[in-house]
């Protein structure tokens, strides 16, 4: 993206220990997704882990750009996109469209609303796998960080 190297305050592991079943939210508040046939078919539980899974092009990255432009403008919410195995160019589009959709702000970073990470299918299957447990560290990152009122942030 030649926006200069990343200045970091924290470092989390990507390998870390499971929470315990216990301490796992389980409620039961359904996420409103602004698609009427994932909100009426599979409806998604806030808490809830969701992935998307498909052959070669099915419609994962547009149905998931949609998720996320949705959860970005009606909830004011943050996404994580973990792109495994993800093609350069599908990636390099999924990020102009979100720069176009306003989701990332080019100008000001910190006021983008989704963190993106890829594994590009020319990589080693192992740096694929950690493309998926660095989104999920990430995630948990920003579920964690707390605001001025003390609360997280709802992460898709």
């Not at 306003?102 to 590009?120: P, R």
Request: glycine content about 12%; proline content about 3%.
């Amino acid at each position: 993206d030649e926006a200069g190297p990343v200045e970091a305050t924290e470092h989390w592991e990507i390998h870390r220990a499971a929470p315990d079943y216990a301490d796992q939210s389980s409620g039961n508040e359904l996420l409103e997704t602004g698609i009427k046939v994932i909100d009426l078919m599979c409806p998604f539980a806030k808490g809830g882990k969701v992935g998307l899974f498909g052959g070669a092009g099915v419609g994962k990255t547009v149905n998931m750009l949609e998720l996320i432009n949705n959860i970005a403008t009606e909830h004011a919410g943050l996404s994580v996109f973990a792109g495994v195995g993800e093609r350069t160019r599908e990636g390099n589009d999924f990020y102009h469209e979100m720069a176009e959709a306003g989701v990332i702000q080019l100008e000001s970073l910190k006021d983008s609303k989704v963190a993106m990470v890829y594994g590009q299918m020319n990589e080693p299957p192992g740096n694929r796998l950690r493309v998926a447990l660095t989104g999920l560290t990430m995630a948990e990152y920003f579920r964690d960080e707390k605001d001025a009122d003390g609360k997280g942030r709802d992460v898709l």
